[in-house]
């Protein structure tokens, strides 16, 4: 299962308090906890601090739980870091921050997710609020989703993000999670959604309702494969370029610049960095293979994956899709979610030529294209990884589109990788990465 | 031909994928010509329940059951009546609980339910979670259905069990029993959702709805490879080769 919190595990049981180590090395620290996004805010927040600090710890593979923590440290050991940046599964929360004191808390948003560990959705973000209360720390927390916005009668020191109304949303939502006021719980009104409760809301009863931004995205637009908006923090507006797909990564790129700035870095260099930023670890991940693009993206929640394939339908390039859906623990063992997520906006996506479907419950997942009536083209279904994976690479397309849960993501880019090593195939703007590695 | 199918509170009780469900019944209606009506019937659409054929209710959080408990009370004895009249109801975790006399939670509290049927269900320590495998007492074939379970409160009753458990918990994970069977009504704790990787039980439901309006025995065929393909994919995976059949 989850490979890369293996090493931590071992060592946590040695040494309990290396938690408390790791805390006193790192001068400065921001954890970021929430549902979706928090590995990529904090692979964005580790690759904007490396441009101007050298010594900065990440767990940037995704191990979130305290192992996983613990397991960052222990692959680079060093006796100082400028900055710590550690993402936290919610559930893990409250044991972590007993020995890692972070200045400052970004939390992303509250989805349902893996259920089946956390029992209830709002179980998780009481989890999260109980566990900073005797925190000192300043949070970064997302305006526009009410679990989260909710949090500011922490009356800790707040910072609120945003993105404000665009072509991309909605006014309606069909994987609604808690329409209901957080405060006094009566229903909330949208004025527009985003993505899932992630939008512009007020409770008629007790007036709770977005707070103000201090950071907010503005005038999304997607052209080249890139989505490039313009980020406006009270008034100083920059232009942002991201290359990844989704609304939900402007939220992520939100997230990024506000911690950034709050903690004293300049606006020119850290919108830089979002645009020359390259997601290496196979979460979400464009890779050239011979004369077509292979696109990674982990779904592992309703909203992550109504969002992946709303996002792919801003694509016109001819395209496959493959999705693989595994149920290891570390996936979720219960796949039902698939049935929450809006699959049925697949008959948006233009120049589709051929969906496939893998891993453990390939069957669910055509299962569920069955019942969004997706007869157009043929869904093949093969519970074998790596010959889906060598299929559809195989196939006349412009661009491939893996979505693979959590198990088979590394699986799926140890195969890419195994093929790239055979082809003359290369990881775009190489030279940026390795840049980026040993600097300029 | 036409049903009204009623999801109750679709807007509270939301949990676990279990709108699956309707998808499945709209759906297999549908590919046969027959008209479905979904109705989300819920605190800002409340609407006569006697228009319903199939009312559907799923689980939800705490604080879900809670409002939905204080605002369907007012239709307790519609709601009864109905099923006592034949109406189909299937009701999923939460509200198969809801459906009982009460529930006690961990610290001993007893919150009342609807009390359509007299059971009831107790927290016990440590939540049954995983993949279900049951033989089921409604005559159908294949006998198998496959599910889903996740839930903390255990149920105690002596009506027909919806089937006995092959792999995982049912009702209670003592008396190897789950869910449970009143005339047309079937409570389970089964998600997945249930219902599309159990065509036959799918369609068991649309058929009893039908019965009772039309003039109908069965229900015509549809090609159901993908939909036994999943539920033998759960048989293979999780049932160590017991209950195969087919």
Same mark, same amino acid.
């Given at each position: 299962? =989850? ?38 805010? =904090? ?20 191990? =979130? ?49 893996? $259920? ?83 939008? #512009? ?67 020119? #260099? ?20 011979? =004369? ?5 993206? $982990? ?70 294209? #069955? ?70 | ?60 959080? +705490? ?17 009864? +009546? ?30 009342? &339910? ?58 209670? &994970?003592? +008396? ?14 089964? @998600? ?7 065509? @036959?039980?799918?369609? @068991? ?42």
């Amino acid at each position: 299962m =989850n490979a890369t919190a293996l090493p931590g595990k071992v060592a946590l049981r040695i040494n309990p308090e290396l938690l408390s180590t790791l805390n006193s090395r790192c001068k400065k620290k921001v954890i970021i906890t929430g549902t979706n996004g928090k590995t990529t805010t =904090n692979n964005l927040i580790n690759h904007i601090l490396h441009s101007e600090y050298d010594d900065v710890l990440s767990n940037l593979r995704g191990a =979130n739980m305290a192992q996983g923590v613990a397991s960052a440290f222990l692959n680079d050991t060093k006796k100082e870091y400028d900055w710590g940046v550690f993402e936290v599964d919610e559930g893990s929360f409250p044991n972590i921050v007993k020995y890692l004191k972070p200045d400052y808390v970004v939390i992303t948003n509250f989805f349902r997710d893996q $259920l089946d560990r956390f029992g209830e959705i709002e179980n998780t973000s009481k989890i999260v609020y109980e566990a900073l209360k005797p925190l000192e720390t300043t949070l970064i927390l997302n305006a526009d989703d009410p679990m989260v916005s909710k949090f500011k009668d922490l009356n800790k020191k707040n910072v609120y993000y945003g993105v404000e109304k665009s072509r991309f949303s909605t006014l309606d939502q069909r994987v609604v999670e808690s329409r209901f006021c957080p405060v006094c719980t009566n229903s909330l009104d949208y004025e527009y959604f985003n993505y899932g409760q992630l939008g #512009k809301y007020v409770c008629s009863q007790c007036g709770f309702e977005n707070p103000e931004y201090d950071y907010k995205i503005t005038s999304i637009k997607y052209s080249e494969d890139a989505y490039h908006f313009k980020i406006d923090n009270s008034g100083k507006i920059h232009d942002v370029i991201f290359r990844y797909d989704g609304i939900y990564n402007a939220y992520n790129c939100c997230a990024a610049i506000a911690f950034s700035i709050e903690a004293g870095l300049d606006m020119e #260099k850290v919108t830089q960095r979002i645009e020359n930023f390259e997601y290496k670890l196979g979460r979400m991940e464009n890779i050239e293979f011979k =004369n077509k693009m292979v696109k990674i993206v $982990l779904v592992k929640n309703p909203i992550g994956l109504s969002e992946v394939l709303k996002s792919i339908s801003n694509d016109q390039r001819r395209k496959s899709i493959l999705f693989i859906l595994n149920d290891n623990p570390a996936d979720g063992t219960d796949v039902s979610w698939i049935w929450d997520a809006d699959v049925e906006v697949i008959h948006n996506i233009k120049n589709l030529k051929s969906v496939h479907c893998a891993g453990i419950r390939a069957q669910d997942i055509a299962l569920r294209l #069955k019942y969004a009536e997706y007869t157009d083209k043929i869904v093949e279904i093969d519970k074998n990884i790596e010959d889906s994976i060598e299929t559809v690479l195989a196939e006349d397309v412009d661009i491939v589109y893996i979505l693979p849960t959590y198990t088979a993501v590394y699986q799926t880019r140890d195969i890419i990788m195994g093929h790239l090593n055979q082809t003359s195939a290369r990881i775009p703007r190489l030279r940026e990465i390795i840049k980026s590695k040993i600097g300029n | 031909m036409k049903i009204n199918i009623f999801h109750m509170y679709p807007d509270l009780l939301n949990l676990y994928g279990d709108i699956g469900n309707i998808t499945s019944l709209k759906k297999r209606c549908e590919w046969r010509g027959i008209e479905a009506n979904i109705v989300d019937f819920s605190l800002s659409n409340e609407r006569d329940v006697n228009d319903a054929d199939i009312f559907f209710m799923g689980g939800g959080s +705490d604080r879900g059951q809670g409002i939905v408990y204080s605002h369907f009370l007012k239709y307790k004895n519609s709601v009864s +009546d109905a099923i006592e009249d034949g109406s189909v109801f299937l009701a999923i975790c939460g509200g198969y609980q809801l459906l009982g006399e009460s529930y006690i939670d961990a610290d001993g509290n007893k919150i009342p &339910g609807l009390g359509v049927f007299d059971y009831t269900t107790e927290s016990e320590e440590g939540r049954l979670i995983g993949n279900v495998v049951i033989e089921n007492n409604l005559g159908l074939k294949p006998k198998t259905i496959v599910g889903f379970e996740n839930h903390g409160g255990r149920t105690y009753h002596s009506y027909n069990a919806l089937g006995s458990v092959v792999v995982g918990n049912g009702n209670n &994970g003592k +008396d190897r029993l789950e869910g449970m069977i009143y005339k047309n009504c079937i409570g389970t704790y089964l @998600h997945g959702p249930i219902l599309p990787k159990n065509p @036959h039980l799918s369609d @068991h439901i649309i058929l009893s709805a039908l019965k009772r309006k039309y003039d109908i025995k069965e229900l015509e065929k549809l090609d159901d490879n993908q939909e036994y393909a999943a539920h033998n994919n759960v048989l293979e995976l999780y049932s160590d080769g017991r209950s195969k059949e087919q």
